[in-house]
């Protein structure tokens, strides 16, 4: 009954809609590309790295930008929120729809990295309006969100495999392009919950406070001149001082003594200022998520590598099939049987976190294992059958995980520090994500193998494995203590 209640919060629901469009397309335009990569090869003349450094370029801008697209949403409210809403599902549909008329390697580079950055707009800007929206249930309804990713898996590389033999790959990417474009709509629907409210430094204050507002909007010389004009009646020396007109016909008073406090006030204010940015530069490191839980760097880095594995497998997924010579029909397939492992993996993952069966490091080290098993069985056996399984098991995995690390990190940190550990995941999925796509392609390139790439994957994901054990580890030392 608990668990259904959350569903009452009719502004999640409608986050999670856009982050499920917004996932839906991160993943279907990887997918598509992997669809039309022996196309893209023939008519551009690409090779794999060409094609894995276009495809890196938009991972990692569909991430690595997050500090800076936190702090404006942040600092931003109102309408200025929604534009860049917008402007996030503009980028992100225009730029798929631009990569249909690309007639070289830099060309497809920029149209693909301008989608990631549109992406990343709307990845930052969703995931801290849902963490707003829903409190104690975000496992879940970010869980639910990112299960957007199944159906990038399962359903944009079939339309872009039907449409293609129709249209062409170009005529097929505008089409697709066209769909996507559907993130406009979507994104205008969300529920910014900023009305009459504004965002200040010092805290919030009514936006209906006219003088409010216009006592921190005034300029900082007509302040000090208004200040001077209290003490129009008397000078330094206690003599006092006659009026003045300005060219304008204003009445200016005590202009000498102006002048001085403007100067004086100037250099006071900087000054000031100076200090206080060294101040708050020396308290943001010291109260840093980072100084005070050192273990949380090592969970940066396991996200940086965790997500080389997952850019490398979903890029290659469908290109390596089809290096094997399967027949169309058993290529598609495994997109299908990845996408019913990840809808599982991200939609009931929200709810295996809440139910805390086990602790979350403790599933995401079983969960590794279990792909690095997947994984050596998909590259020693390569048989369709088998490749149907691991396909499910790998797309699994990868997307429990990709649930768990960021709730991992979000348990570990106060709630106010939520948007510092989104931005710093964002930056390492971005990096990891550009060198899991770019490593891959080169790897492939060298031993002339989409397998070689396979062997890659399964190297990183045990260092992946090995990496999370001293986190594990040191929680285990931890709980005595607490306990005690």
């Not at 965790?306 to 058993?330: H, K, N, S």
């Not at 002339?448 to 190297?459: D, Q, T």
Request: with cysteine; aromatic share 12%; proline share 3%.
């Amino acid at each position: 009954m608990e668990t259904c209640s959350i569903f009452r919060n009719s502004s999640a629901l409608k986050t999670v809609l856009a982050l499920f469009l917004q996932t839906c397309h991160f993943l279907g335009t990887v997918k598509c590309i992997g669809v039309y990569l022996p196309d893209l090869k023939r008519t551009l003349g690409l090779s794999s790295t060409d094609i894995g450094l276009a495809i890196g370029l938009f991972e990692a801008l569909s991430f690595a930008p997050g500090p800076v697209i936190a702090y404006i949403y942040r600092r931003t409210h109102g309408v200025f929120r929604r534009c860049l809403l917008v402007t996030g599902a503009i980028f992100a549909a225009g730029g798929l729809l631009l990569v249909s008329i690309v007639t070289n390697g830099k060309e497809l580079a920029v149209c693909l990295s301008i989608a990631g950055l549109g992406s990343s707009f709307l990845s930052i800007s969703l995931i801290i309006i849902l963490s707003d929206q829903s409190g104690e249930a975000f496992a879940v309804f970010y869980g639910i969100g990112k299960s957007g990713y199944a159906f990038g898996i399962a359903l944009v590389p079939l339309t872009a495999d039907y449409l293609m033999e129709i249209y062409g790959w170009r005529g097929s990417l505008m089409i697709i392009g066209g769909i996507m474009a559907h993130l406009i709509p979507f994104v205008l629907m969300v529920d910014l919950n900023v009305e009459g409210v504004v965002h200040h430094e010092d805290g919030y204050f009514n936006s209906d406070d006219k003088e409010s507002v216009d006592q921190l909007d005034r300029p900082e010389k007509e302040a000090l001149i208004c200040t001077a004009s209290i003490h129009e009646e008397t000078s330094n020396n206690g003599e006092e001082v006659t009026p003045k007109e300005s060219t304008t016909g204003e009445r200016i008073t005590g202009v000498p003594n102006v002048l001085d406090i403007l100067d004086k006030g100037y250099k006071g204010r900087r000054l000031k200022q100076c200090s206080e940015i060294y101040a708050s530069g020396c308290r943001i490191l010291t109260d840093s998520i980072y100084n005070q839980d050192r273990w949380m760097i090592l969970l940066m880095l396991i996200t940086l590598v965790f997500y080389m594995v997952d850019a490398g497998w979903y890029a290659y997924l469908i290109p390596r099939a089809i290096a094997l010579g399967l027949p169309t029909y058993q290529v598609l397939c495994l997109p299908y049987a990845a996408a019913v492992g990840a809808f599982i993996g991200r939609f009931l993952g929200g709810f295996l976190e809440k139910s805390k069966l086990l602790t979350g490091q403790s599933w995401f080290l079983f969960l590794t294992l279990l792909n690095i098993l997947s994984l050596l069985w998909d590259i020693f056996a390569p048989k369709f059958a088998f490749m149907i399984v691991t396909s499910f098991i790998s797309a699994f995995t990868i997307a429990e995980r990709n649930l768990l690390l960021l709730v991992i990190c979000k348990d570990r940190a106060p709630r106010s520090q939520f948007p510092m550990i989104l931005a710093s995941y964002e930056i390492f999925c971005g990096i990891g994500l550009f060198l899991g796509s770019l490593l891959c392609g080169y790897v492939a390139d060298v031993r002339g193998s989409f397998n070689a790439s396979y062997m890659f994957i399964a190297g990183v994901e045990i260092f992946v494995f090995c990496l999370m054990i001293p986190s594990i580890i040191a929680e285990k030392l931890k709980e005595p203590t607490a306990n005690y």
